[in-house]
Structure formats: C-alpha cells, structure tokens
C-alpha cells in the first residue's frame, strides 16, 4: 500500500519569500510522486511530477521537488511567492502503471500574506 | 488545450434518488476514473476504467456505484440510491501516455448534495 502525509495543512509567507509545503511518502514499489494544485471553485492542476527520473523536477509557476529516497520526502519549492500561488496543494503518489488510482495527502492551504 | 469537461457543476438531489455525473474525457486518452472529495477531507480514488472495464476499485466503490462508457466520448458515474454521506465534489480524469508516464488531467468536478 502506499500513502502520503503533508506535514502542515496550513502554510503562510509573505509575498515574494520562499515557499516550502512539505510531503513524506510511503510505498512498497519504486512511485510516481505528484503536486496538484487546488485554487478556489477549480478542479486539480498538475504541478509536477517525479518518475525515476531526475530527482530534481521542475514544474509549472517556478515550482520545483526534490525527490529524496533516503528521506521518503518530496517537498514541494519555489522561491518567491506570489500573490496568484494561494491555493490548495496536494501531494500525491501512484504505485505504478496508467490504471492504477491516485493516492492523495490531505492538502496544505497556502497563504500568501502581501 | 484540451480538457476534460464535466456536467453538470452542481448537482442537488434527494435521499434515495438516482444521479448521473458525465464526464468528456480528453479525446485520445485511454484510462478514466473518478475521485471524490468530501468537505473538508483529502480526495479519495473511486475507480478506474480501461478498455471498456472495471482496472481497479476502492472499497468506496460499493454496489450502489456504477460506470460507463455509453459513447465514444462521454464517461459517467452512476449512484443508484443516494444517501447523505454521498454529499462531495466528484472529480472525473483521464490519462493517456506523456512523456514516459502517465499524467492524470482532472475536470472542474461536480457538486452533488444529497437532502
């Protein structure tokens, strides 16, 4: 089985700071690792997304994740924050293959303070 | 860009009624499933669907669920006697194969509440 926990449910930065949203990850197979993005009365955007390939991923908005075997960790960065960046974000695992269901963290809200 | 497009936005039924969620899934993908996400609470997987199947479930997806794909275009999630706790946002999403993996693309969801 596989499972994800976000560490914090709510982070807050000032504008123009760095953001650091936290995620460990559990799994019995070699994952995929995921960060969606949540904004209010929206569906979910892929952020990014990690599949044995480099351990560092870039994705969209300047967001980037480490994946760190060692640590079972893939934190989520960016950094400078934005006023458009306040949203829901979820971490996010998939054991393996195209069918195979999602596993999702219970979210961080992120708070962006101007 | 394609997208997937889901109907309606809200839905609000009663106790014990039927409901149909639709989802158009994006055109050249193979895989659909659908997630739910109760106020306040993590987004949970339901199912999974490929090649005209049932791939995977979770033990949510209990014998009062059911899917389709009646078309070649359309994908929907049926609950046949609604009960309260079936109030959530449902998230429908298809996958096709990008860039050595597959990335599942998410629609806006459908609010159903139950009363």
């Known amino acids: 089985a596989q499972s994800v926990t976000q560490l914090d449910s709510h982070v807050s930065v000032s504008e123009g700071t760095p953001v650091l949203l936290r995620c460990n990850y559990s799994s019995s197979y070699s994952p995929s690792l995921f960060w969606y993005v949540q904004h209010p009365n929206k569906g979910l955007q892929l952020l990014l997304k990690?599949?044995?390939?480099?351990?560092l991923v870039k994705g969209i908005n300047g967001f980037e994740a480490e994946f760190k075997k060692s640590e079972t960790s893939f934190h989520l960065t960016k950094p400078s924050a934005h006023m458009s960046d306040a949203a829901e974000y979820f971490c996010?695992?998939?054991?393996?293959?195209?069918?195979?269901?999602?596993?999702f963290g219970k979210g961080t809200h992120l708070i962006i303070q101007p | 860009e394609p997208e997937v497009t889901q109907t309606p936005s809200h839905q609000v039924t009663q106790m014990g009624q039927e409901v149909i969620l639709r989802c158009v899934p994006i055109?050249?993908?193979?895989?659909f499933y659908w997630y739910r996400q109760i106020l306040g609470q993590k987004v949970e997987f339901l199912v999974s669907?490929?090649?005209?199947?049932?791939?995977?479930k979770s033990e949510i997806f209990d014998d009062q669920f059911s899917v389709e794909r009646p078309d070649g275009s359309n994908f929907t999630l049926k609950i046949r006697s609604t009960k309260l706790e079936d109030s959530a946002m449902y998230f429908c999403?298809?996958?096709?194969?990008?860039?050595?993996?597959?990335?599942?693309?998410f629609g806006p969801g459908t609010r159903l509440t139950v009363t």
């Open positions: 999403a298809s996958s096709g194969y990008t860039a050595h993996s597959y990335e599942q693309y």
């Open positions: 669907f490929y090649n005209n199947e049932i791939s995977e």
């Open positions: 996010v695992v998939r054991r393996g293959g195209g069918a195979d269901g999602l596993t």
């Open positions: 990690y599949t044995s390939a480099a351990t």
């Open positions: 055109s050249n993908h193979l895989y």
